[in-house]
């Protein structure tokens, strides 16, 4: 068991390599890309906004209530903000496009191998890597850049109304706490995390899709394979770059 789970995971780490080296090969699959990338924008972009406003305003709450039992209400605003851009964001971001987009590219892949088309390609000689997994990765990788911008300035804006609104805050207190406490680099950290993510997203989606074992049903197995071993990965991988994170860059007026 042991054996071949790391077998597995060697396999995983070589089709990733095999994809970062097929990025820079000619000819590139632009308009591949282009579909998938607006396939997954269209998937994605309205779940991760409906998902982002209760996890704003669920931050804001807590982090509220704390600062008053601490009597620091002023940092109230500052604290949120940080705690949305920099976990909550990249978080919502890789789960919806591992759990929307990720199932959908192992479906795909995983039919196009049991119908072997993938075979197919490769006797004509054509790398089914280069022509059909090194676009949905870059599209993975673009869509959760893009998309975390978006899950960011929401989950801000439902902090801001809870926290004005429901806890009687007041907006320059919070805009000034935000100020005190945020810094360039939490955007920085933020967008980076969305974009190993989606890149670690479309990587597993696509080994699994590559894949599958036993027919049409080993497809349905893969897909849910796919979305639990990303989350796992994810969660291991976001709790890394914190921990680096934390240790390089100082806390702003520390």
Same mark, same amino acid.
């Given at each position: 068991?042991?054996?071949?789970?790391?077998?597995?995971?060697?396999?995983?780490?070589?089709?990733?390599?095999?994809?970062?080296?097929?990025?820079?090969?000619?000819?590139?699959?632009?308009?591949?890309?282009?579909?998938?990338?607006?396939?997954?924008?269209?998937?994605?972009?309205?779940?991760?906004?409906?998902?982002?406003?209760?996890?704003?305003?669920?931050?804001?709450?807590?982090?509220?209530?704390?600062?008053?039992?601490?009597?620091?209400?002023?940092?109230?605003?500052?604290?949120?903000?940080?705690?949305?851009?920099?976990?909550?964001?990249?978080?919502?971001?890789?789960?919806?496009?591992?759990?929307?987009?990720?199932?959908?590219?192992?479906?795909?892949?995983?039919?196009?191998?049991?119908?072997?088309?993938?075979?197919?390609?490769?006797?004509?000689? $054509?790398?089914?890597?280069?022509?059909?997994?090194?676009?949905?990765?870059?599209?993975?990788?673009?869509?959760?850049?893009?998309?975390?911008?978006?899950?960011?300035?929401?989950?801000?804006?439902?902090?801001?109304?809870?926290?004005?609104?429901?806890?009687?805050?007041?907006?320059?207190?919070? #805009?000034?706490?935000?100020?005190?406490?945020?810094?360039?680099?939490?955007?920085?950290?933020?967008?980076?995390?969305?974009?190993?993510?989606?890149?670690?997203?479309?990587?597993?989606?696509?080994?699994?899709?590559?894949?599958?074992?036993?027919?049409?049903?080993?497809?349905?197995?893969? $897909?849910?394979?796919?979305?639990?071993?990303?989350?796992? #990965?994810?969660?291991?991988?976001?709790?890394?770059?914190?921990?680096?994170? #934390?240790?390089?860059?100082?806390?702003?007026?520390?």
């Amino acid at each position: 068991m042991i054996t071949g789970a790391l077998r597995q995971t060697g396999r995983l780490f070589a089709l990733a390599a095999e994809v970062s080296r097929a990025v820079f090969r000619r000819p590139f699959q632009f308009r591949e890309f282009v579909e998938q990338f607006w396939f997954l924008a269209s998937v994605t972009i309205l779940p991760a906004a409906l998902v982002s406003i209760p996890f704003g305003a669920v931050i804001a709450l807590q982090v509220g209530s704390l600062t008053q039992q601490l009597g620091a209400q002023s940092f109230t605003g500052g604290a949120s903000v940080l705690a949305v851009v920099q976990q909550a964001s990249p978080l919502i971001v890789a789960l919806l496009i591992a759990g929307a987009g990720g199932s959908a590219i192992c479906a795909d892949l995983g039919s196009r191998k049991i119908r072997e088309e993938l075979d197919a390609m490769e006797v004509m000689g $054509v790398s089914p890597v280069q022509r059909l997994v090194v676009p949905r990765v870059l599209a993975a990788m673009g869509v959760a850049v893009l998309l975390n911008g978006l899950v960011s300035v929401v989950g801000i804006l439902g902090g801001y109304f809870f926290n004005v609104v429901m806890q009687g805050g007041t907006p320059g207190a919070y #805009l000034s706490s935000f100020s005190a406490l945020a810094q360039l680099p939490d955007l920085y950290i933020s967008e980076l995390k969305a974009l190993i993510f989606g890149f670690i997203a479309g990587i597993v989606a696509s080994y699994r899709g590559l894949n599958p074992r036993g027919g049409p049903k080993g497809v349905g197995d893969a $897909v849910n394979q796919s979305v639990v071993i990303t989350f796992l #990965l994810l969660f291991f991988v976001n709790m890394v770059m914190t921990a680096v994170y #934390l240790q390089i860059v100082p806390p702003k007026g520390g």
